[in-house]
């Protein structure tokens, strides 16, 4: 392994453990405020349709922002796995590397951009 690529893995590596904290910082803050909801009297006790939309509403997007931020941690924590197992950065799918702005942008990307795509539903050009 050459320095530059020493260097990138470095960078990525600090990306990756910046968003993986990031992530879980912001999950425990949306499940104690989802939990202190769950608390609060007036949540549950909805006083016409439209509060209880509204409330109903509120929890769904919580719990979707928590699902979000499960899957992050998640893909991080693997990602960094596939770091020091010198995996990191070679396509799961066609087993290409990955292009560095592809990991500059998406650094827990286990897929090329074409694979991703494939995955996605679209076709493979």
Known sequence: MNIDTQAHLTVLRDMLEFELKEAKVELLVLQRDNAAL?????????????????????FEVADAA????????????????RLDEQRYGDCLDCGEPIPWPRLMA???????????????????A
């Open 38 to 58: 769950l608390a609060e009297p007036r949540a549950r006790e909805a006083t016409d349709r439209k509060d209880e939309a509204a409330v109903g509403q509120a």
């Open 66 to 81: 928590i699902a979000r931020l499960g899957r992050e941690v998640a893909q991080c924590e693997h990602a960094l796995q």
């Open 106 to 124: 998406q650094p827990a990307a286990e897929r090329c951009a074409a694979c991703q795509h494939v995955l996605e539903g679209g076709r493979k």
